[in-house]
């Protein structure tokens, strides 16, 4: 693969791990709070790790003997005689296993890599976490923008629609140009629908990431969208592989299948245990703890022939190392066109915003011009109506311009953000 060059822009702000705080919103930062503490899904992920160290113990238990103990008892009674024999039992058994070619220690490094792996994946679920509420927020923030909007424009339809009634009881306009008037009107308030709408399922989903019941959120929607910071640097393409928890957790799985196959290939090698037995016997308690039998035995397992099944294995597990190695490299590539399409979109939607802000102020001049051309008997009521469309479709797209420049911005944070400490939650909370 060839080598990656270095991305096409960088800014020179400075990248916090914890990204959403160079918002300067300290309403967001105390729903990220929240949801890292609660949302239920990344509490999984955690007892997902928790599960992972509980393996590693298990795997470790192997460098350690196995030490049982036993206890018995049985009678024999003879079919002619009325008296019995009774025997007692206790002992202690020992096993060790050498690890001589070092199977057990490759079996514990693959779960500790995997382990490993886990935590990563619950930092880059964080991380996601964190975007996702991020991204909800500003929707509603805008949504609660765009139904502002819709109120004023509905307003001013409003305004116009007298204006119009007016003049058209004085024969200066047709009854067509009051009908025309009043899909606008319509229309307008559609919208107005359309974004109540939008912020209720907002509220929704955002009370699901901060792990609470949907209508279970309450949370003030009147600020304005923020100002966009300063662009971060992005650094070079390595900086990334290193730095991204998903990254480190691909990684880590790739090391986890190497070891695995380590184990397998270890698996063909003789092994050496070792063996002690000690056992007490007598036929009443009284004598039982007199004498003891010891047993020390050590015995060498060398495979001979297994029809292929170990060869099959190293043959499985080379194949899977290969395998979540390309995917490795695959999702190195991924994180590489993530920054680099985030880069890209907010470089274009910058460009577009500017578009829009002349536009605008065309289409508010055009229709003052036109407005004052109607009053005066100059132009027809269709060529305002037209210019009115126009100008308040130009309003709701910068709004929305404005909150996928956002959404571009979080997208570049998250592709660039390394991991960030959080604690688990400790008590799910599904109350207010």
């Known amino acids: 693969m060839p080598q990656p060059e270095a991305f096409s822009f960088s ?8 990204w959403w705080e160079n918002f300067e919103d300290p309403v967001l930062d105390s729903l990220i709070e929240q949801g890292l503490e609660q949302n239920l899904e990344l509490a999984g992920n ?34 002619d005689e009325f008296s019995r024999n009774e025997d007692l039992q206790v002992g202690l058994s020992a096993s060790y296993e050498l690890d001589l070619w070092g199977r057990i220690r490759a079996a514990v490094q693959a779960e500790e890599f995997r ?14 976490i964190s975007a996702e509420i991020s991204i909800t927020w500003y929707r509603l923030l805008s949504a609660r923008k765009q139904l502002e909007l819709a109120d004023e424009q509905i307003r001013t339809n409003e305004d116009i629609m007298r204006l119009i009634r007016a003049r058209f009881t004085g024969g200066q ?39 609470r019941p949907p209508q279970n959120v309450d949370v003030l929607t009147t600020a304005a969208l923020p100002e966009l910071p300063p662009l971060p640097a992005s650094g070079l393409p390595l900086e990334l592989v290193r730095r991204r928890p998903d990254l480190r957790q691909s990684y880590n799985l790739v090391l986890a299948a190497d070891r695995e ?4 290939i270890r698996s063909k090698y003789p092994r050496i245990s070792l063996n002690a037995v000690g056992q007490a016997q007598g036929g009443n308690f009284n004598d039982l703890f007199q004498d003891w039998a010891y ?15 170990l060869n099959a294995e190293v043959n499985r597990t080379e194949a899977l190392k290969n395998s979540t190695l390309y995917q490795y490299g695959q999702d190195v590539l991924i994180a590489f066109e993530e920054v680099e399409n985030a880069l890209i979109r907010e470089q274009k939607q910058n460009e577009r915003i500017q578009l829009l802000e002349r536009r ?25 109506l037209l210019s009115l469309d126009q100008e308040q479709q130009l309003q709701r797209e910068m709004i929305q311009a404005q909150q996928e420049r956002l959404e571009y911005r979080i997208a570049l944070y998250r592709a660039l953000a390394g991991g ?13």
């Open 295 to 309: 047993t020390l035995a050590g015995n060498l397992v060398a495979p001979l022939f297994y029809g292929g099944r």
């Open 420 to 432: 960030f400490e959080t604690e688990p939650m400790e008590n799910i909370n599904t109350g207010s």
């Open 46 to 79: 955690w007892e997902q790790f928790q599960a992972a160290l509980a393996v590693v113990d298990r795997e470790s238990s192997f460098f350690w003997p196995q030490v049982d103990a036993t206890a018995g008892t049985a009678v024999t009674r003879p079919r």
């Open 115 to 128: 382990a490993q792996a886990t935590l990563f994946d619950y930092q880059a679920a964080a991380m996601s």
């Open 261 to 264: 196959m380590a184990q397998a």
């Open 360 to 384: 605008l102020d065309l289409s508010a001049k055009t229709n003052r011009q036109l407005r004052n051309e109607f009053l005066n008997g100059m132009t027809e009521y269709l060529e305002v």
């Open 173 to 211: 306009i047709r009854a067509v140009d009051i009908l025309r008037q009043e899909q606008l009107l319509e229309g307008t308030r559609d919208e107005r629908i359309f974004y109540e709408t939008r912020i209720a399922v907002l509220k929704n989903q955002l009370a699901v990431l901060l792990g």
């Open 11 to 18: 800014g020179t702000a400075a990248l916090s791990d914890k």
